[in-house]
């Protein structure tokens, strides 16, 4: 692997940074970075990365009186987006499975449930635990569990899926 030379200290948005006529690092003007990778191949190539916030939007599937969405947070590499926060829920009975609705931060179009995975746990609750996977219908990601609490509860979470 060739050696490349060290990046300036200070670089800013739309410097882009060569090494024998090959772009290394493009520091986008958009949302976007580029950084370089080695493929499979040998081939240098350039990988999206960008890191951001947004708030989902939320779906009272089943058993939930209310929810309530914060402000999360998303890293896209490449076609994986791994995404993380918090979303309060007050379930309507005990011992009945729960369904929330989760919006992604990229969209994506799930085939299968696996194609997002994830977990997701009360803070105050011992116990009350969640499993996160893909709702093909709608493409989002879908938190399920069955509650044992019916106060309104803070649940943190974090998932991860491919962009298809």
Not at 58 to 63: G, I, R, T, Y
Not at 105 to 131: E, H, K, Y
Request: with cysteine; glycine share 8%.
């Amino acid at each position: 692997m060739p050696f490349f030379p060290a990046f300036p200290e200070h670089v800013v948005k739309g410097d882009i940074f060569q090494w024998d006529g090959v772009d290394l690092v493009r520091i986008a003007k958009g949302s976007a970075d580029q950084v370089p990778v080695y493929g499979s191949d040998g081939m240098l190539n350039m990988l999206t990365v960008v890191a951001g916030v947004y708030t989902p939007t939320l779906s009272n599937v089943a058993n939930l009186d209310a929810s309530t969405a914060f402000e999360c947070q998303y890293l896209r590499v490449g076609a994986s987006v791994v995404v993380s926060g918090k979303v309060d829920v007050d379930p309507t009975l005990t011992a009945t499975s729960t369904q929330l609705g989760i919006t992604i931060p990229v969209a994506s179009n799930f085939g299968t449930a696996q194609d997002l995975g994830g977990a997701a746990a009360a803070l105050a609750i011992a116990g009350m635990s969640a499993a996160i996977f893909a709702d093909t219908t709608n493409d989002r990601a879908q938190m399920q569990f069955i509650s044992t609490d019916i106060n309104n509860n803070s649940m943190y979470f974090t998932f991860m899926y491919q962009i298809l």
